[in-house]
């Protein structure tokens, strides 16, 4: 089992910056390396969404268009915590923002398929003002 703790969301006006983090932990006796850890977003009505994944332990990352040049998923693996800077922010980024994890490492094929991920956070919400 797997546990997700997501925070650093908030309200922050257009063109600002936020940085969200996940912590992940493990019951007794487990490891979350080599997990693929992601982040979703999600606003009502619309289809959940993909931000980014990297996966711990590991260098390759993945973004989706929508947020490539703007946010950097990164990671402190001493920490099993995985955050996602977000820069510019725009109205179209205002959503409820999701960790997740699933027990593999990423594929660039797949890591944005929330379908595969085994686990999730409770969400934090982002809100960005004009």
């Known amino acids: 089992q797997v546990q997700l703790v997501e925070s650093g969301g908030g309200s922050v006006q257009a063109g600002g910056s936020l940085r969200l983090s996940c912590a992940a932990s493990?019951?007794?006796?487990?490891?979350?390396?080599?997990?693929?850890m992601g982040w979703f977003r999600q606003v009502p009505g619309k289809e959940r969404e993909g931000v980014a994944s990297?996966?711990?332990?590991?260098?390759?990352?993945y973004y989706a268009d929508s947020v490539k040049g703007r946010f950097t998923i990164s990671q402190d693996t001493a920490k099993n915590t995985v955050y996602l800077q977000m820069n510019s922010l725009n109205a179209e980024d205002a959503a409820m923002y999701y960790c997740?994890?699933?027990?593999?490492?990423?594929?660039?094929?797949?890591?944005?398929?929330?379908?595969?991920?085994?686990?999730w956070g409770q969400g934090t919400q982002v809100t960005v003002s004009s």
């Open positions: 997740a994890a699933v027990r593999m490492r990423c594929y660039s094929d797949s890591w944005f398929r929330g379908i595969l991920y085994a686990y």
């Open positions: 493990a019951a007794s006796g487990y490891t979350v390396s080599g997990y693929c």
């Open positions: 990297i996966s711990l332990g590991g260098s390759s990352t």
